[in-house]
């Protein structure tokens, strides 16, 4: 009996290791299949069935990657994750795109989001996560531009009002030494048979510095589509404009020289213009086709796909293009990306010989005098802390009134009328001040005085030394000059009301409760005594 049990036993622990080694087989096969992130479909079409008219693009509710294939009106599902941003590298016969992960995590109760750099192998139909971008987040209205490259093994990411930079793609990290403007050639899209450049704008007239802006054409914000030919006439393709233009967004575009189309996203609706009419597509944003090859031209290493605005000069036919960070000129048949030194004399903030500023917020054109422009820019967004929020957190860092009629000065390629870097709580407005009134209005900026230091309730009392300055144009210099003692009465309001916060202080003072830092007391004091002298001039 006891013979009879142990030949049991040994029969079953037999079978117990028989199944244990099929169960961690099984196991070991399902671990690398799912460590290898690869998930496995039926073929797609082999390389010799891509055509150069497919174009390629993300479904904007999540739900993956689709092709067009123009020839027969069909759309293929590709991937039916959360993918976006395709690239397709006909060499390799695979598709790169950028992969949305959420994942809810059970002790917070909070989603997780990460992006994963992904191709796709089209033969086999085979996904392969490559590497997890953990640098920068993209926008989940999909408003950013992100672009594979250089066969996708680079990345540039455009944020919607930040900097462009480049990122490694086996890496997920940033190359700070890649210059992005290199790139631009294979990202801009271009009709090498037509000359045509194809780009789009997102004009947002950014005001709060303007007291009165009558003295400025109206800019209404929009959003356009547009193609260009050098020597021609920008001609607009699709416009959205005023108020409802904040809802509403190109989400890219693509042109393809085998069907010889242009196809764009619309309010996340993917279009083909043939040169005529716009026909729906599908849904779609972010469409890609393949070039056979790049243009070489400088015009097309400027970022036409992420203009802010263009302004129409005296002549027919050339333009002032600007972007956040550039701006370039078309005059006298030739490009020219404007360099810092010859239109803000040698202010390089960056590295980059060709930022001109952070962040443009306003270009326009004057009523009057005629072809005479006006930009103002702000600087880097800082980071919230109390001494920003008592400041502001953004203030003008460039305003300037120019034309292109340089002066006799080597190395301008503009004359500027007027040129103030922005103080903190600064608005500017142009008005006729003088009398008789003068041909040019008078420019009156005002603003606070403080140096912001001392603690957070100092530099909110700061804001109480609110100043001014008064410019009027003068013939001879072809320009705006200081003008404060022309104007008395302005200053003798100016001084009442800084004697009244001057009195407050020193009470606070004696109290032993100081409402200001000792610099801005001295601040205070000096811009009385300014105020009572100009107020006493005839």
């Known amino acids: 009996m006891q013979k009879k049990l142990q030949c049991c036993n040994q029969f079953f622990l037999r079978r117990a290791i028989v199944c244990s080694g099929i169960l961690f087989c099984f196991f070991s096969l399902f671990t690398l299949w799912d460590c290898s992130l690869l998930s496995q479909k039926d073929s797609f079409f082999s390389q010799e069935m891509f055509s150069p008219s497919m174009v390629f693009f993300a479904n904007p509710e999540g739900f993956g990657i689709r092709v067009y294939q123009p020839e027969n009106g069909k759309v293929q599902a590709l991937t039916e994750d959360n993918d976006d941003f395709p690239y397709y590298s006909p060499d390799q016969h695979r598709l790169y795109f950028l992969r949305r992960k959420d994942t809810l995590n059970p002790s917070t109760q909070k989603t997780n989001t990460t992006f994963h750099v992904c191709s796709l192998d089209l033969h086999r139909g085979s996904t392969r996560y490559i590497s997890e971008i953990t640098i920068y987040t993209p926008r989940k209205d999909r408003k950013d531009q992100i672009f594979f490259v250089d066969q996708g093994r680079k990345i540039v990411v455009s944020p919607l009002n930040s900097y462009p930079f480049i990122v490694d793609t086996e890496t997920g990290q940033k190359m700070p030494r890649e210059n992005v403007w290199t790139y631009y050639s294979q990202i801009n899209q271009y009709d090498l048979k037509g000359n045509r450049l194809f780009g789009t704008t997102n004009t947002d007239p950014y005001n709060p510095y303007f007291q009165d802006v009558k003295h400025i054409h109206e800019m209404l914000p929009q959003k356009t589509l547009f193609w260009w030919e050098e020597g021609r006439s920008i001609e607009t393709i699709q416009t959205m404009e005023g108020p409802d233009s904040y809802e509403r967004w190109f989400f890219g575009l693509a042109w393809s020289a085998s069907s010889n189309a242009l196809y764009f996203s619309q309010d996340s609706i993917l279009y083909m213009w043939d040169g005529l ?3 729906t597509i599908s849904q779609g944003v972010h469409p890609f086709t393949v070039k056979e090859s790049f243009c070489a031209k ?7 796909f992420r203009l802010y605005s263009w302004i129409p000069l005296e002549n027919d036919n050339e333009y002032l293009f600007a972007e956040n960070n550039r701006m370039a000129l078309y005059q006298d048949n030739e490009f020219h990306t ?11 903030k960056e590295e980059d010989p060709y930022y001109l500023f952070d962040h443009l917020v ?14 103002v820019s702000t600087q880097k967004t ?3 802390t109390p001494e920003t929020i008592a400041k502001g957190n953004q203030k003008p860092d460039i305003i300037k009134i120019f034309n292109f009629h340089p002066t006799e000065i080597d190395g301008t390629i503009d004359h500027s009328l007027f040129f103030s870097n922005g103080s903190w709580d600064l608005t500017f407005q142009m008005q006729f001040l003088a009398s008789p009134p003068q041909p040019y209005p008078e420019i009156i ?9 001392g603690k ?21 210099q072809d320009m705006y000059v200081q003008a404060n003692m022309k104007f008395p009465s302005l200053f003798k309001d100016i001084k009442e009301r800084l004697e009244d916060v001057y009195e407050l202080v020193i009470q606070s003072k004696r109290a032993s409760n100081p409402l200001m830092c000792e610099e801005d007391i001295r601040i205070l004091e000096t811009k009385i005594r300014e105020a009572r002298s100009i107020s006493r001039s005839n």
Not at 340 to 348: A, I, R, V, Y
Not at 365 to 375: F, G, K, Q, S
Not at 457 to 473: E, N
């Open 456 to 476: 957070e309730r100092m530099q909110a009392a700061g804001r109480a030394i609110q100043w001014l300055d008064v410019y009027s144009y003068d013939p001879e």
């Open 338 to 348: 404007i360099n810092n030194s010859e239109f803000l004399g040698g202010q390089t």
């Open 382 to 384: 800082e980071n919230v």
């Open 298 to 304: 400088e015009v097309c290493s400027f970022p036409f």
């Open 362 to 375: 306003l270009l326009g054109e004057l009523v009057y005098p005629d072809h005479t422009y006006i930009l």
């Open 445 to 453: 900026l005002r603003y606070t005085a403080s140096n912001f230091e």
């Open 277 to 279: 009419q716009c026909n």
